[in-house]
């Protein structure tokens, strides 16, 4: 009977969420565009979400910088973090190549290109950079918009806090109280999960169900059965080399929840509160999570690197040429890793890594919008990969900074708490 209580504990939530997501996809499909009369129900929960997610990324990242034994944990926790994100982004771009190697899905595809999308203000790669890391004024740091910016900044309070020694330990006491209130009010606004985003599902299948069908439907064919075989078996087994056969049920056992808010509001930043629910059930240790998984809502991206590797591939396709050479698979193996890792960090990324793959290969610039549409087709899964990602490289993390028993170390801290919470 425990065993039981405690497998349903751990399921219960990720269930209902995912009930609410198909219950409302089965609603879109049925009322069709009259379902949007239900979108404001799931635009709550995604609003709520997004303002939750600023003050929650700066005290989750600062607490954990200010609250580091030494500088050289950070740089090892950061080092780690660099490695895992660039591994695993070569890893999924291999797989699509692969896929596209093997089924030859994309040969003798065509599609319109007349129309053309809207000429876009070039930037410098200096004023890329500075846009990416930095922001005018400290009033545009408070905002989703420049997320990257706010990493650095929290990194920097966590790290100066830190630095002052006693003089900071006041502060760094609010750090780790605004991230505790942070981390409830989480739990608070998932109760309104099922809903929300069954609501939003329903509006969301109702008013493009349509548009699912039609000349990119290859892509379509292409991008979600490789998506889902990454999800099941890379996760699968990344989670079996950070934690081994327990590392693999504790990831699955807490992923479906994140996976399933990812999908929902197709954002790896709005995901965040719930990947660090996850993390922190899997065992993940408090300073590995709190710094992995916000700075991997905005620079790791491995569905990000299927979906280039695909819109790289459709325009090999429309414009006869052959990207299986060693010159252009080299090419799109880069070109994905700087649009997973770096362009997403940068405001109008999506459409800049878009314009690199055009620019590099030197295809027509009417060859944009139809990259364009591509990425719109496979967004949703493209995201819950991004997204569930990003605790599983926390795992990873975790047991390259702490070792083999970090589980082990971790889950008896947690036993401890929660015995002092039943008391």
């Known amino acids: 009977m425990t065993a039981q209580s405690g497998g349903w504990k751990n399921y219960r939530f990720p269930i209902l969420i995912l009930t609410g997501v198909v219950v409302g996809a089965i609603v879109g499909l049925i009322l069709g565009e009259s379902a949007t009369v239900l979108k404001p129900f799931g635009t709550v929960f995604i609003n709520m979400m997004f303002t939750l997610v600023v003050p929650m990324v700066f005290f989750s990242i600062a607490s954990a910088v200010a609250n580091m034994n030494s500088a050289t944990r950070l740089g090892r926790i950061m080092g780690s973090m660099m490695a895992v994100f660039i591994a695993t982004g070569i890893v999924a771009s291999s797989v699509m190549l692969l896929a596209l190697g093997i089924f030859r899905p994309l040969d003798n595809v065509q599609v319109n290109m007349d129309e053309l999308p809207e000429e876009q203000e070039e930037l410098s790669i200096g004023d890329q950079i500075v846009g990416a890391f930095t922001v005018e004024d400290f009033s545009d740091v408070i905002s989703t918009e420049h997320m990257l910016p706010l990493i650095v900044f929290a990194v920097l309070i966590g790290l100066s806090a830190n630095l002052v020694k006693e003089k900071g330990a006041v502060f760094r006491s609010f750090l780790d109280s605004g991230n505790e209130v942070f981390m409830k009010m989480t739990g608070l606004v998932m109760y309104y999960a099922p809903i929300g985003l069954g609501a939003y599902f329903a509006a969301l299948i109702g008013e493009l169900g349509s548009q699912l069908v039609g000349g990119y439907v290859r892509a379509f064919a292409v991008y979600y059965p490789v998506a889902i075989v990454y999800f099941f078996a890379a996760f699968t087994l990344y989670s079996w080399l950070a934690g081994g056969v327990g590392g693999m049920r504790r990831m699955w056992a807490n992923i479906l929840a994140p ?56 325009l090999f396709a429309v414009f006869e040429r052959d990207i299986f050479t060693p010159q ?95 008391a």
């Open 328 to 422: 252009a698979l080299a090419i799109a193996v880069l070109i994905a890793l700087l649009s997973g890792m770096v362009m997403s960090g940068i405001p109008s990324g999506g459409f800049l890594g878009e314009l690199m793959i055009v620019s590099m290969y030197g295809f027509p610039p009417a060859a944009l919008p139809i990259i364009s549409v591509i990425g719109t087709v496979v967004d949703p899964p493209a995201t819950t990969i991004n997204a569930a990602g990003d605790t599983v490289s926390s795992m990873m993390v975790a047991r390259v900074v702490d070792g083999k028993d970090w589980m082990k170390k971790e889950a008896q801290a947690s036993d401890g708490a929660d015995l002092g919470e039943s």
């Open 259 to 314: 996976a399933a808010v990812s999908l929902g509001t197709g954002s790896s930043v709005a995901t965040i509160p719930s990947n660090l629910r996850a993390a922190k059930r899997i065992g993940v240790p408090d300073d590995i999570r709190e710094t992995i998984i916000p700075i991997g809502a905005t620079i790791h991206m491995e569905g990000s690197c299927l979906s280039a590797i695909l819109k790289i591939a459709f």
